[in-house]
């Protein structure tokens, strides 16, 4: 994957929630047909330090991949970048979390893990990516910052302790024959797989209190437990939070009326 292509899909699928930008999809064995006409690009939030620069091109999540099962997993419902979604209506707001109590746990959104005074786009301020190209070092330079700063990513330590409920995408790490036993979830389509990981901050390492059956990696979860502030290492990310999930299920868009 190249170096803008993996700048642009970091910050635009992880970071700037509410558009409708996918990461181009790239594969060396084997290039996709150049488009007609340029696809339309999501507007994008005024003064984004990136706006304009990823291009935007829609891509189905599994093109050019060489993670089995990924596509299977999702059915194609998702695309990389793609947050869950308010209701099967709503296709251009991501999620966004009622605050209300649902058998004990408190429905929250992704952004409550951040503090509220970091800034997870300072590794790309000044840069103007539609400037540089490929092999430009500073784009190498930018990755590579971002990545360390996205992993060393501080935390809310006002959530340790609470008992949350919130959806994403599962990361598998640890399975017992069919059954999932340990997880990574993500805010969003692809990451850890397509992508770079998110920042730490948006990582739970989840353990299931009992192995969980018929969930593979990029399906879309509720899960509900006592979240913490804990830091964990794997191959596929840093994570800053834990959980011991007592329920996992299926997602399905909440009712935000």
């Known amino acids: 994957m190249k170096n803008l292509y993996w700048i642009g ?19 060396e064995a084997q290039a996709a047909p150049a488009p007609t006409a340029p696809a ?19 891509a189905r999540a599994d093109a050019g991949s060489t993670v089995p099962g990924v596509a299977a997993a999702s059915s194609g419902q998702y695309q990389v970048g ?24 408190q429905e929250i959104a992704w952004e409550s893990l951040i503090p509220k005074d970091w800034d997870p786009m300072a590794p790309f301020k000044g840069l103007k990516l539609d400037q540089l190209t490929d092999d430009d070092p500073r784009a190498d330079a930018a990755l590579w910052k971002a990545k360390k700063y996205w992993k060393d990513a501080p935390v809310d330590a006002s959530m340790e302790g609470k008992p949350v409920r919130l959806p994403g995408f599962v990361v598998s790490l640890d399975r017992e024959g069919e059954a999932l036993k340990e997880f990574l979830l993500v805010p969003y389509f692809g990451a850890c797989i397509h992508v770079p990981p ?10 299931s209190t009992k192995a969980i059956k018929n969930v593979r990696t990029m399906d879309a979860v509720w899960i509900s437990g006592v979240i913490k502030v804990e830091r964990s290492d794997s191959s ?22």
């Open 9 to 27: 899909g970091i910050v635009a699928a992880g970071l700037l929630v509410g558009t409708g930008v996918r990461l181009m999809a790239h594969s």
């Open 40 to 58: 339309p690009q999501a507007a994008l939030p005024p003064g984004a330090p990136l706006a304009g620069a990823v291009p935007g091109v829609s």
């Open 82 to 105: 793609d947050h869950l979604q308010q209701s099967a209506t709503v296709t251009d707001k991501p999620y966004q979390a009622s605050g209300k109590m649902v058998n004990g746990y």
């Open 198 to 207: 998110p920042p730490a901050n948006q990582i739970i390492h989840v353990r």
């Open 236 to 257: 596929m990310g840093a994570a800053s939070y834990s959980m011991k999930a007592v329920s996992v299920e299926p997602y399905q868009a909440p009712d935000n009326s």
